[in-house]
C-alpha cells in the first residue's frame, strides 16, 4: 500500500459510542471518513473504501427486536451484497461465548444460543452477521469480537463509567454502594485499543475472526480492592450472588498478528479516577 495516498473509510454507525471516535481517529491520521446518514441511498452508489460496520443495539435490544435485526444482519447483508468496499470490519461480541463451559475461548470455538431465550436475540443476530461476513463476502470481511468497551467516567452507559462516577463523586466520604455482586468479573478493553485495533483488523488483517479484548477478566472484588487502596472509598457490593465464572478472552490470534496487546484496565484505573 502506498502510505501516501488518502485512505477512504465508511463508518456505518459513525454515531454511536465507538463510531464517533473511530471518525475522529482515522480524521486525526488523514483518513477521508464518510458517515453516511440511515437509510441513505449512497451505499450502494459510491465506492465506500474500508468500512467500519458499527450499527448496532446494546441495552435495549430486547425491547427493539425488529431493529436489532435490521442493525445486526439486514444492512450488513444488503452492503455485503450490493456495495464495492476494499475490506469490511463487522464489530460483533464476546457475549456469544457467554454459554460456553470453558475457563478459555477463542475464535475457533462453537457457540452456544437458544432461540427459546430472550436475550439470544442479540446472539443470534450477531452470529448471523458473523456468518455472512466469513462465508458471504469473498473474503473482504472480518469479524471484531469486543469484550466491555470503556473510555472513561463520562461514557453515557455501562457499569464501570457509573462505577467511576460514584467513586469520584464519594470521595472523602467513607463508603458507597453498587447494586451487583463482588464475584462478577469482566474483560475491560480501552476505546483507544478498540478503535486502533479495528483500524489494524480492517486495513491488514488476514484472519476471519478476531477477539479484540484486553485478555484478562477483572472481578467486582478486585475492583473494589483497587480502588480502595487508590482513592480511600470503599465499594460495597448489594448482592451476594455467585454467578457462573466467565471465560477468559483468548487474545493470542490478535497479539500475534499485530505486535501488541491492548492495555489492563489495572493499569489505568489511576488515571480513570483523576479525570
Known amino acids: ?31 477521508n471518513c464518510w458517515v453516511p446518514q440511515k437509510n441513505d441511498p449512497e451505499l450502494f452508489e459510491r465506492p465506500l473504501g474500508y468500512v467500519f460496520y458499527c450499527a448496532g443495539l446494546t441495552a435495549d435490544y430486547a425491547r427493539r427486536s425488529f431493529d436489532t435485526v435490521d ?19 463487522y464489530l460483533s461480541s464476546t457475549r456469544l461465548y457467554d454459554g460456553l463451559q470453558k475457563d478459555c475461548v477463542s475464535e475457533s470455538d462453537n457457540l452456544t444460543v437458544n432461540p427459546a431465550n430472550p436475550r439470544h436475540i ?67 478493553v480501552s476505546l483507544d485499543d478498540v478503535v486502533r485495533g479495528l483500524v489494524d483488523i480492517c486495513v491488514h ?22 480502588i480502595h487502596d487508590l482513592t480511600g ?18 487474545m493470542q490470534c490478535f497479539v500475534t498478528e499485530f505486535g501488541w496487546q491492548p492495555a489492563s484496565l489495572r493499569t489505568r484505573l489511576s488515571t480513570l479516577l483523576k479525570a
Open 122 to 188: 442479540y446472539d443470534l443476530s450477531k452470529a448471523l452477521g458473523e456468518a455472512l461476513c466469513v462465508s458471504a463476502s469473498l473474503g473482504k470481511a472480518k469479524v471484531a469480537r469486543l469484550s466491555c468497551v470503556y473510555q472513561d467516567a463520562q461514557d453515557a452507559d455501562g457499569f464501570l463509567p457509573q462505577l467511576l462516577r460514584s467513586v469520584i463523586d464519594h470521595r472523602g466520604q467513607g463508603s458507597l454502594t453498587m447494586e451487583t455482586s463482588a464475584a462478577f468479573a469482566r474483560d475491560y
Open 1 to 31: 500500500m502506498n502510505t501516501s495516498e488518502v485512505l477512504h473509510a465508511t463508518i456505518i454507525g459513525g454515531q454511536g459510542f465507538v463510531g464517533q471516535r473511530l471518525f475522529h481517529y482515522l480524521t486525526e491520521q488523514g483518513w
Open 205 to 226: 488483517g488476514r484472519e476471519k475472526i478476531y477477539n479484540l479484548a484486553s485478555g484478562e477478566n477483572i472481578s467486582n472484588a478486585d475492583l473494589f480492592d483497587l
Open 71 to 89: 442493525a445486526h444482519v439486514s444492512l450488513l447483508n444488503a452492503v455485503l451484497h450490493r456495495a464495492e468496499f476494499a475490506s469490511l470490519v
Open 233 to 250: 472509598v470503599e465499594v460495597i457490593p448489594a448482592s451476594a450472588a455467585q454467578p457462573g465464572s466467565s471465560p477468559v478472552i483468548n
